[in-house]
């Protein structure tokens, strides 16, 4: 065999084939960051200071005008409150924040092995836009004007399951989105409060599937980062990556 075929094996075992960004400096995975009212984030959360690299793209922060901003299923998500300890965050739907009026007429899905709801805490509310309900006066206390482009400007919201009321048969589409039960208990009782509700958030609890890898790689005094390219794991070891156990290749 050639002695240069032997080096090349020699280095393959050790080098890691990544599309991960060469000339970074992949010191900075080792920064955290602050973005209005969350403080010192860090692994697996990037954003701000920490560059995409330094975590899985489900963990992504966007710092907009100082609001957070997640992306979970093509929604965007505002983040309220982010226990890393605990690992729960209170998240409420960008589009909605300012109006319950929404041309993103989609549910909003937690079905990823990142994030999931926390049943204990909450519900759903469902929101039905373009309804027909030109004849019905007065409007009910749930009713609110929505020209979302649909055939017809009348909404409304229900909290819990949906009966079969005749009105809602009228409505082009409805959504599901989730509240907090203590604030389903107070959107009941006024039922004026319904954009305080979306904005009071739910909660939901994260997963970081790639725990194990980063508490390896922690263990050698490494730095925990992603390769998007790739979409896996990687460690960095001072400024370049790194894979000492052989853990990140052999995925
Ligand atoms: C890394 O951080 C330094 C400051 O510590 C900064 O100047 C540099 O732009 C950062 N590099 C990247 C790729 O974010
Ligand atoms: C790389 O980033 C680290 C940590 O942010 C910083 O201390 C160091 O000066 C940076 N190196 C270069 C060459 O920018
Ligand atoms: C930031 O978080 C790190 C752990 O991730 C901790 O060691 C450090 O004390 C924290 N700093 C502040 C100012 O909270
Ligand atoms: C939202 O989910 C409900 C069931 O939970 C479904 O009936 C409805 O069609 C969904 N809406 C959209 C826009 O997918
Ligand atoms: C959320 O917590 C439940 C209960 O502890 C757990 O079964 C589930 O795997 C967790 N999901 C995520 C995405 O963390
Ligand atoms: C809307 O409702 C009115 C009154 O119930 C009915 O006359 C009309 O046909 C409906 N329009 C559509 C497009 O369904
Ligand atoms: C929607 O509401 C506006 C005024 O709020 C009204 O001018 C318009 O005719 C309504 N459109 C439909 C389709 O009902
Ligand atoms: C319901 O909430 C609205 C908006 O905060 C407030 O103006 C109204 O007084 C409340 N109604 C009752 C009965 O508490
Ligand atoms: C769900 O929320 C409750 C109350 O905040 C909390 O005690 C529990 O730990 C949470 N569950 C998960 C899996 O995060």
């Known amino acids: 065999?050639?002695?240069?075929?032997?080096?090349?094996?020699?280095?393959?075992?050790?080098e890691i084939t990544t599309s991960f960004p060469?000339?970074?400096?992949l010191s900075n995975c080792s920064l955290a960051f602050d973005c209005g009212p969350l403080r010192n984030l860090?692994?697996?959360?990037?954003?701000?200071?920490?560059?995409?690299?330094?975590?899985?793209?489900?963990?992504?922060?966007?710092?907009?005008?100082?609001?957070?901003?997640?992306?979970?299923s093509s929604l965007s998500y505002r983040v309220l409150q982010l226990d890393p300890v605990r690992r729960n965050l209170k998240l409420a739907r960008s589009d909605l924040w300012s109006s319950t009026?929404?041309?993103?007429?989609?549910?909003?899905?937690?079905?990823?092995?990142?994030?999931?709801?926390?049943?204990?805490?909450?519900?759903?509310?469902?929101?039905?836009?373009?309804?027909?309900?030109?004849?019905?006066?007065?409007?009910?206390?749930?009713w609110f004007h929505c020209n979302n482009n649909l055939a017809f400007n009348n909404s409304y919201y229900l909290i819990g399951p949906v009966p079969l009321e005749p009105i809602l048969s009228t409505c082009e589409i409805g959504i599901t989105?989730?509240?907090?039960?203590?604030t389903a208990a107070k959107l009941v009782a006024n039922r004026s409060l319904f954009q305080e509700a979306i904005?009071?958030?739910?909660?939901?609890?994260?997963?970081?599937?790639?725990?194990?890898?980063?508490?390896?790689?922690?263990?050698?005094?490494?730095?925990?980062?992603?390769?998007s390219g790739s979409s896996r794991p990687v460690c960095i070891c001072g400024n370049r990556v790194c894979d000492p156990a052989g853990i990140f290749n052999s995925l």
């Open 22 to 25: 060469s000339k970074a400096n």
């Open 177 to 182: 989105v989730p509240i907090l039960k203590t």
């Open 199 to 227: 904005n009071e958030g739910f909660t939901v609890n994260y997963t970081n599937p790639y725990d194990n890898q980063c508490a390896q790689c922690l263990g050698i005094n490494g730095l925990c980062g992603f390769d």
């Open 1 to 14: 065999m050639h002695p240069f075929f032997l080096l090349l094996c020699f280095f393959n075992s050790f």
């Open 42 to 72: 860090s692994y697996p959360f990037t954003g701000g200071s920490r560059p995409a690299y330094c975590g899985p793209p489900e963990f992504h922060i966007n710092c907009v005008n100082d609001s957070p901003e997640l992306s979970i």
């Open 101 to 142: 009026c929404t041309d993103k007429l989609f549910n909003s899905t937690m079905e990823s092995q990142f994030f999931a709801y926390n049943d204990s805490d909450d519900m759903d509310v469902s929101i039905f836009y373009g309804c027909n309900s030109t004849n019905t006066t007065p409007k009910l206390s749930n």
